[in-house]
């Protein structure tokens, strides 16, 4: 199959739906070839609402929850010959001529691996959607932004900034995986998302697997991707940072070879430090304050 399959996973997504798949079914979207969306349970009614307003769309209704990298690999699979695949969030909506823009960079770049593109929020802030790869010292000043920037260290802010003025394509580690193009041959190669991960950190292993196979990933500043942060992770409440810091642990130790004591050493050290800096720095979120209200 030529052209682009697009994949999307929705997990209680049925107020984003009508925007997302609108935003797919324009007619200035050559290249487009097919539309998957994975539903994990529980199922709001999305099944129902896109057989009934977006036929043409493949849906595939979970049995259990998949989780996201998961998810994505059960729907990159209906479409096994695709030439690329665009894996997007449901909260998302794409501009019009995206895919020919996506093929056209391709082209031009035969190392090119997996793009990603400039997202904005709704009220037009900028999301930081590509990165350097992390490491576990930046999990204390990813925990600890206020903190950061009293200390002039906000990393966050200032890459932000960059990618704001940011005007060519540029190569970065890696990108989000809420609206990421990538080869359909080299996704097959590299076996897809590790499903090990149910959700966070998929998009900064796929990225770190294909560099290690040489190919390159690239940040496109145009054209940009709507975005309404949250919609679905949103929903793990106080569990998020935890199954974020399990995520990345599980990065790191894949990344760096840990093993044996050194993992045993390091974890809890880890763990602990990155709680302690969610309590300083956000005492006012999730678990601390349904703790602190008892």
């Known amino acids: 199959m030529s052209g ?23 007619p200035n979207q050559p290249g487009l070839e097919d539309i998957a969306v994975v539903i994990n ?22 049995e259990k929850n998949l989780g996201f990298a998961h998810g994505n690999n059960a729907g990159a699979a209906l479409f096994p010959e695709a030439e690329f695949y ?22 031009t770049h035969p190392n090119a691996a997996i793009v990603g593109l400039k997202t904005r929020s709704p009220d037009g802030t900028l999301q930081l ?22 200390l002039g260290h906000d990393a966050e802010g200032k890459a932000l900034a960059r990618l704001e003025k940011l005007t060519e394509p540029e190569r970065v580690d890696w990108v989000a995986g809420l609206a990421l193009a990538i080869r359909g041959d080299v996704f097959r190669r590299l076996g897809g998302f590790d499903q090990g991960y149910f959700v966070f950190v998929e998009d900064m292993d796929l990225c770190w697997r294909a560099r290690q196979r040489g190919w390159e990933c690239w940040f496109l500043p145009q ?19 935890l199954v974020h810091l399990s995520a990345l642990w599980r990065f790191f130790r894949r990344r760096y070879d840990l093993g044996g004591w050194l993992e045993k050493a390091l974890f809890p050290y880890l763990w602990l430090s990155d709680l302690l800096a969610m309590r300083l720095t956000m005492p006012n979120v999730g678990w601390f304050t349904r703790r602190r209200n008892r």
């Open 41 to 62: 349970p529980p199922d709001d009614g999305a099944y129902d609402y896109i057989r009934q307003h977006f036929p043409q769309v493949k849906v595939v209704l979970a």
């Open 129 to 150: 959607s590509a990165r350097n790869f992390t490491t576990p010292l930046d999990l204390f000043r990813l925990r600890s932004l206020p903190l950061a920037r009293l």
């Open 4 to 26: 682009f399959a697009v994949v999307i996973v929705a997990y209680r997504s049925l107020p984003d739906l009508p925007r997302c798949l609108g935003s797919l079914s324009d």
């Open 86 to 107: 665009f894996f997007l969030n449901p909260d998302a909506a794409v501009p019009s001529l995206l895919f020919p823009t996506l093929r056209d960079f391709f082209a």
């Open 223 to 241: 054209p940009e991707v709507w975005h309404r942060w949250g919609g679905s992770v949103g929903r793990l409440g106080w569990r998020k940072a």
